[in-house]
């Protein structure tokens, strides 16, 4: 793997959830560095750039299945022979027409035990030949009207018996889930599940209170590093999770560490802070769409941290954009509005003005890093523009952001 590509692709990852709202997979969305070179086919590149250098970045965990895009020059140069058969899903886009050759291609692929999806299908004649090859079906649920959806569904569950799943995209809200689920769709992919869920009445629990008390604790600049030392002693299953995270191969220490004390030391306070403020919300998370918002809060700290590291702001300034980052999925993890949860925590004004108020200077973190999360990268990259800041080290910070995020879920 040449260190050029490595440095240069950009990765996003959006959650696929089964009826039950447990995930089954993953698509992985990329962007290499096309971004830089106009005059490259983009679509060309990426395919063979997320294989080289983006797979293994992202992929962290087998049980799942990920799904990748493929263009018909990446079907007919048969790319996917280097992912492994039995973790991946090639999708066929939508401008890739069936012909002789590229249908030759899917059964040669399905025959080595890969899994086919068709991307956003809408009944469209000429596609029809793919229904009999393809595994899943993605169709995008705001590009057909209620009735028409309906109708499509309808026509689709004929081939059942071939055990073809349907997968609901671009799923944003709750409402939209449960028309999905009454449709008979199997699988659901969207950011419906980043939003709170707030019950009317639901207070937070004792258990969420102590929880967050922690978290106050670990964002005072001020806070004693012994303290934090203390507060893991007291705790097995910290102190467990400390010594798995501290001997992980991300870090790269020669020798086994074994000792609390040694490993925070060795990992300085602010990553220390970092990786408990996370765990602490991890155990928070009972349920996969939890688990999910908290690798995104995760992501979302680190990279904004990361990021003010290369713009050459101080550390409590880049301490702040972790807060904002990963603090801006609280609502979602506590299914509490924002307001009140930010009542038990005694941050900054800034820091609160940021999560609570578009209008602040701050909040613009808040949506760049949800661009950069939902791989809308058109739009991200007009805010590294402004910033001086080359793509290279925006990739860079990405990729590391999933690395770290992907350590902690281990």
Known sequence: MSEKTLDIVFIARQAIFDRKNKIYGYELLFRSNAIENKTSNPAEMETSQVIADGFPLIVQDTRYKYFINFTSQGLLAKDFFSLPANGVVLEILEDIKP???????????????????????????????????????????LELKPKELVSLIRDLKILKNQKLYLIAEKVEVKEQLEFCKKLGFDFFQGFFFNKPQIIKGKKISVLETTKLEILQKLSDYEFDFKEIEQIIERDVNLAYKLMR???????????????????????GEIQVKHWLQVTIMSDLATEDRKKELVYLAAFRGKFLQLLGKELGFERERQNDLFLIGSFSYLDALLDQPLEEILEHLALSSDIKAALLDKNHPDHKWIELVSRVEKGAWGQAEKFFKQTNISIKTVSQCINQAHQWAALLQN
């Open 99 to 141: 012909s002789e050759q590229i249908l030759d291609v899917c059964l040669e692929a399905k025959n080595a035990g890969y899994l086919l999806a068709l991307d956003d299908y809408i009944g469209e004649p000429e596609r029809v030949p793919f229904l009999e090859l393809v595994d899943f079906i993605k169709i995008d649920v």
């Open 245 to 267: 995270y501290i001997n992980s191969p991300f870090w790269g220490f020669r020798q086994k560490v074994s000792n609390i004390g040694r490993a925070l030391v060795l990992l």
